[in-house]
């Protein structure tokens, strides 16, 4: 599939090549993330899915290519040219990280008191009004990180994400290290805070039930290359030797058969 004009996604990546050393970790890379989706990234342990991550949010710079969101360019901007960017999107890392020395609340304020002029009661109101998004207690927010469950941090590090309400969410690994039940409240609440925030999500993972559950597109990254982008139907009957043994793996077919039930 060939990947969008840069005028209609919100991430548009063009043939992007990336290097740790000599090691060869993108290869030609590109595809394009449409406005109001769920778009996930998939593909084996080590093969790049963070790293193509971290190079979209310029944390590490690609060998070349292009990578253009809201239809800048990004590769090349200086740390004061990409703040307007990195304003309207929101990251939650995999392992959350939140302050383990503040609240869920001073956690998520920090980034209202660092990037706005808003009183005190307003950033508290808002803060409030992050964290009951998130599906959090409204007690939670005097919490400390290490006081709360894996799927209750989970929840508290996407309330900082979409502290500045963002058009863009990236969500890297959000389910890893949960049990079966938090894992699932995680995947129904992608889906309803793109709903309800009107926002475009990408997010890296390997948890195939989310992926049935909550992605509209899916790309399969392996050997540096996109094996193939679409839907989980689309994928899971598609021919290439890599993405079947993906997909109709034990799981991948336990993760289809749970998928078809809930229809």
């Known amino acids: 599939m060939e990947p969008l004009p840069s005028t209609d996604a919100v991430i548009d990546i063009r043939d992007l090549y ?3 050393g000599t090691a060869a970790v993108h290869q030609g890379v590109s595809l394009a993330v449409r406005p109001g989706e769920v778009f996930a990234l998939v593909g084996g342990s080590g093969c790049g899915k963070s790293t193509l991550l971290r190079a979209i949010i310029m944390l590490l710079r690609p060998e070349s290519g292009s990578i253009r969101v809201f239809g800048q360019e990004t590769i090349g901007l200086s740390d004061e040219e990409a703040l307007p960017l990195r304003r309207r999107w929101g990251v939650m890392f995999e392992r959350g990280a939140l302050f383990s020395s503040l609240t869920v609340a ?8 660092e990037h706005t002029q808003l009183s005190q009661q307003l950033i508290d109101e808002v803060v409030a009004l992050k964290i009951a998004l998130t599906g959090l207690p409204a007690d939670a927010g005097a919490k400390y990180p290490s006081e709360l469950s894996g799927g209750m941090r989970k929840r508290a590090a996407l309330a900082r994400a979409i502290a500045l309400d963002p058009e863009l969410l990236f969500l890297d690994e959000p389910t890893a290290g949960l049990d079966p039940l938090s894992a699932s409240g995680i ?3 992608v889906g309803n805070l793109r709903d309800a925030l009107g926002l475009t999500i990408m997010m890296v993972t390997h948890d195939l039930d989310l992926l049935w559950r909550a992605a509209d597109r899916v790309a399969v990254l392996d050997g540096g290359h996109i094996l193939g982008v679409g839907t989980m139907m689309e ?3 598609a021919e290439h030797p890599v993405i079947r043994e993906y997909f109709y ?3 991948g077919r336990a993760a289809r058969e749970q998928a078809w039930k809930k229809k």
């Open 187 to 189: 995947d129904e609440l």
């Open 235 to 237: 994928l899971s009957e």
């Open 18 to 20: 990336t290097r740790y």
């Open 249 to 251: 793996g034990p799981r």
């Open 106 to 113: 001073e956690n998520v304020a920090m980034v209202l008191r």
